[in-house]
């Protein structure tokens, strides 16, 4: 190969691995388009405003304003990377705050921006609080779930993550926003 040719390749491969070529799209999405159609988000990355709380059993991003008649899918969170989120929602689920590796769910690795945003999102939320922020995160629909929920025969749930698997997940990748004011109960 000339040189120049090798020059010429050189530049094609750094065009196509630079970081603004990978770069992934994310979607803007609300709770209740996730709840409405989570098998439409599975495995993307979203940008998505709630309320995020947590507590014994609990890493949530409320779904109460789009809650459907027979949909009983909810949104359990964790933070992506190597930090925990430190919640506890089952039997010999660790609380440790890190694991040793980025977080892999369904063979997709994970990440977390640790900014100064995420550090006041955890410490507003941990280990019982409740804030309305901006995140991006990878969603994770799980599966459906025909479990027959208050005894209605035509309810559903997507689940398979969080408190005895019943929720869908939203592993957190960056707070983007946090709103300052508090949030009532």
């Not at 998505?48 to 947590?54: C, E, H, N, Y």
């Not at 989120?85 to 694991?99: D, I, Y």
């Not at 929920?149 to 408190?163: E, V």
């Amino acid at each position: 190969m000339s040189f120049r040719g090798g020059v010429t390749f050189a530049l094609l491969i750094y065009v196509l691995f630079m970081p603004s070529a990978r770069s992934e799209e994310v979607l803007q999405a609300t709770v209740c388009e996730i709840i409405a159609d989570p098998i439409s988000f599975d495995h993307k990355l979203v940008e998505i405003q709630g309320i995020a709380s947590q507590g014994m059993e609990n890493f949530s991003l409320s779904t109460k304003p789009c809650h459907q008649k027979n949909n009983f899918t909810g949104i359990w969170l964790e933070y992506g990377g190597r930090v925990r989120s430190g919640a506890k929602f089952c039997c010999g689920v660790s609380m440790e705050r890190s694991r040793p590796e980025d977080l892999v769910v369904d063979g997709i690795t994970t990440s977390l921006i640790e900014d100064d945003r995420f550090r006041e999102f955890d410490n507003r939320v941990h280990p019982t609080g409740r804030v309305r922020a901006k995140l991006i995160g990878r969603y994770f629909a799980g599966h459906r779930s025909d479990r027959r929920i208050f005894k209605d025969p035509d309810s559903y749930m997507w689940g398979g993550y969080g408190h005895m698997g019943m929720y869908s997940l939203l592993v957190i990748q960056q707070v983007v926003e946090i709103d300052s004011s508090p949030v009532l109960k």
